[in-house]
Each structure stands twice: as structure tokens, then as C-alpha cells.
């Protein structure tokens, strides 16, 4: 017997879950494109993504994805030729170096592997060693999704000023945005990147650029830009249709504008605070749960407060997976990028997505149907994780 039956939930790292308000804003039929509804809208959405992102800069939209968003903040400011320093600690950071690459870039990766934070000393040597300032941008992944590392970033605007190098600062935000803290201007960021379906509870299909004065400068200075991902004319739309580099992507922006009033009502400190509690209860019931089941990243200020890498004995990640969504109606997230030669198909990795819309009972309710996988495909544990969680969550609340 199956007892998946009810509403499913997918607890993964994006798309994450859209709240029924979002999906039902995007229940209407077409607009008149050219009436001042959608320049308003568009207005107003740009001041709260700035809000959420903690910036007075500028924002771009683009109809496309984290991906988009990558190739969108490298065209504007990488010329080919050109090198960009990557410190990575996960696929996704390999990810955005080899979209670098494939406009032309220099690319110069460091390899941070996939259980620590960047370190913020070797981004320090790599700028010391660069004498003739050849590095145009360092490209830092905030919380690598496939790892569930996060990184300090405003430790790197740190490095980057004592050591006088004029590189920009570039952070993905994909996966940490509308999750937790990210300051954009107080930590020195130039340039930031996400897209809509993570923490911003949107379906995908937007990218974001955000970027300040610095980076604009440095747009300005380039060559060429290609035409659709120029952001200029994106910010400073002399019509309409440059606002998107063509027709506005009009169902995904009601729905912009719906999740962006609940981060709004909630503030986004709240939204910070929430993601934070959540995360920290899940971790009580893995850490409950005990070996050999293991949190990928063993220092709590080191985690990402949206996603979970968790390490067990392979194959028990994907037999653990397909019991729950085949019999408890919650799908967790696959080990993506941890294979290696011991367990090249990552089976002794799964990850919990705990981002955007979610509560303490979705937490409980996924942490729940885990411990009962656990117990069902007798894979060692100690009873009790659920228990561990619920008092976590009991005493965030206070
Ligand atoms: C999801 C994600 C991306 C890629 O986003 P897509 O929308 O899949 O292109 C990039 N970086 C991080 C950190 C992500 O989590």
C-alpha cells in the first residue's frame, strides 16, 4: 500500500514550492502589452527586487534562468580574452566558470572541493599573484546548491580592498536569494545573479541581474554587448518592450509580484530569520539520526540555510528517495555532482530543498515520512530524529 495519495511535495532545491496565490495570479488572459498596467508593474517589481537583494542599485529582468542570468552578468562585463577568478565548492561554481569560458573568457578556477566554505586567504594569494591585474571579475557561488556549502562574500569585497584589486565581485544568488541574509551593497557586491524559482517562489523562467555604479562603468567600457543580454537599455528602457529585450513575460511577472508582497509582508529579515529556523531543525534530525547518515558540511556557520546535502551509506540516498515519494508523496532531491569513485552515481547522497514557501509543518511532515523510509528499508538510524526536529523548532519559536 501506497500512502502518497494527497497534495505531493517536492522538497527540492528549486523549482520550489509556489504558493497558491502566485499560480493563481497567473490565471487571466493575455494583457494589452502596450497599456501603462505593465510599465507600472515592471516599476515596481524592479524597487522590490532591489529591496530583497538589499540594494540601491539597478536590476535587470531577463526572460530566462539561473543559467541566463550567469551569461548575462558575464557578457556585460567580460570581454573575450579577458580572465575571471572562480573559487568553487560545487557544480555550480564549475558551472558559471564554464559559461565564462564559452563566451571566451580566461577562466581560473580554485578548487575549494565540496565540503568547505570559500577561503577568503587563497582568493588572497590568487589576487597577490595576479601583478598585472589581468583578473576583470571574481565569480563567487553564495550557497552552492549541489553541496550545500555557503560562502562569505562579503569577506571576499574584504580581500579584494586590501589588496587594492580592481576585479568586481560577482556572487550567484540563485539558490540563497529570498533564503538568507544576502546585503548586496553593505557587503560590497557588484554584481548579483538569481532566477525565479528558488527562494523567490516563481516558476522558472526569470533570471535577475543586479548591479551598481562600478559595474556599470565597466559596461560601459566594453566593446561590444550582445543585444538581448545588454542590461543598458533594460534599465533605462526608453519604451516598454526594452524593459525584456522584446514582449514582457506577463504571467510570470503577476506572479513576481504576488511572491514579492509576501516577502514584503513577512519582511525580509523575517524570511532570513524563517529559512534559518527550518534549516536548523532539519539539521537536528539528521545530526539525531546519526551515522551514517552525515550532514555534507560539517560546521553549521558554513551551511546554506535553503538546501541540505546529506551523505549516507550508498545506495540508501536513492533507495530513501524513491521510498518517499513512492509511498509518502514527498520527493527529495537527488546527490547532484557528489558522485565519486566510491559511489559514482552519488546513490549514498540526497538533499533536502528547504527554500521559499515553507513552514514548520512542511519541514516536519518531510522530516517524518524520511523517518519512516529509514525505518521501513531498514537502514541504520536512531529513532527519534522527528522528535529532535519538533524540539528545535519548539525552541526557535520560543
Ligand atoms: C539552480 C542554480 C543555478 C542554475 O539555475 P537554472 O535556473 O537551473 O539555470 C545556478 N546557480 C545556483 C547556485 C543554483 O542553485
Given at each position: 500500500m501506497s500512502l502518497a495519495n494527497g497534495r505531493l511535495h517536492?522538497?527540492?532545491?528549486?523549482?520550489s514550492v509556489m504558493p497558491d496565490a502566485v499560480l493563481q495570479a497567473m490565471q487571466r488572459p493575455a494583457p494589452d502589452?502596450?497599456?501603462p498596467e505593465l510599465n507600472e508593474l515592471t516599476q515596481g517589481l524592479i524597487r522590490d527586487l532591489r529591496y530583497v537583494a538589499q540594494t540601491d542599485g539597478h536590476a535587470a529582468i531577463y526572460i530566462a534562468n539561473g543559467h541566463g542570468a550567469w551569461e548575462a552578468a558575464l557578457s556585460n562585463c567580460i570581454a573575450p580574452g579577458e580572465t575571471v577568478l572562480v573559487p568553487t565548492t560545487g557544480i555550480f561554481g564549475h558551472g558559471w566558470a564554464e559559461m565564462a569560458r564559452s563566451i571566451g573568457a580566461e577562466v581560473e578556477v580554485l578548487e575549494h572541493g565540496r565540503t568547505t566554505p570559500i577561503d577568503p586567504d587563497r582568493v588572497r594569494q590568487a589576487l597577490l599573484a595576479d601583478g598585472g591585474q589581468k583578473i576583470k571579475a571574481v565569480l563567487a557561488v553564495h550557497t552552492d546548491t549541489s553541496t550545500s556549502v555557503r560562502s562569505d562574500i562579503a569577506a571576499l569585497r574584504k580581500v579584494l580592498d586590501e589588496v587594492g584589486h580592481p576585479a568586481l565581485l560577482m556572487a550567484d544568488?540563485?539558490?540563497?536569494l529570498g533564503c538568507e541574509e544576502m546585503r548586496m551593497d553593505a557587503w560590497g557586491v557588484d554584481v548579483l545573479v538569481s532566477a525565479s524559482q528558488k527562494g523567490l517562489m516563481v516558476p522558472p523562467g526569470l533570471g535577475f541581474v543586479w548591479f551598481n555604479e562600478r559595474a556599470a562603468a565597466v559596461r560601459a567600457a566594453m566593446p561590444r554587448v550582445s543585444g538581448y543580454w545588454d542590461w543598458a537599455p533594460r534599465v533605462?528602457?526608453?519604451?516598454?518592450y526594452q524593459y525584456f529585450g522584446g514582449t514582457a513575460p506577463t504571467h510570470h511577472l503577476w506572479a513576481l509580484r504576488v511572491a514579492l508582497d509576501m516577502i514584503r509582508a513577512e519582511t525580509i529579515e523575517g524570511v532570513w530569520a524563517r529559512h534559518r529556523s527550518l534549516a536548523r531543525a532539519i539539521w537536528a534530525a539528521v545530526d539525531h539520526w546519526g551515522a551514517p547518515m552525515v550532514l555534507n558540511v560539517a560546521n553549521p556557520a558554513h551551511r546554506s540555510c535553503a538546501v541540505t546535502a546529506v551523505r549516507i551509506s550508498p545506495p540508501d540516498g536513492d533507495r530513501l528517495r524513491e521510498w518517499c515519494s513512492a509511498n509518502a508523496g514527498v520527493t527529495l532531491g537527488i546527490g547532484?555532482?557528489?558522485?565519486?569513485?566510491?559511489?559514482p552515481t552519488a546513490s549514498g547522497v540526497f538533499r533536502f530543498g528547504h527554500m521559499g514557501h515553507l513552514n514548520a509543518t512542511m519541514v516536519l511532515g518531510m522530516l517524518g515520512s524520511v523517518e519512516a523510509g529509514l525505518h521501513a528499508l531498514d537502514i541504520p538510524h536512531q529513532s527519534g530524529g522527528v522528535t529532535a526536529a519538533a524540539c528545535q523548532i519548539s525552541a526557535e519559536v520560543g
Open positions: 517536492m522538497a527540492l532545491p528549486g523549482p502589452i502596450y497599456a544568488c540563485v539558490a540563497s533605462e528602457p526608453e519604451i516598454f547532484l555532482g557528489m558522485g565519486d569513485k566510491n559511489d
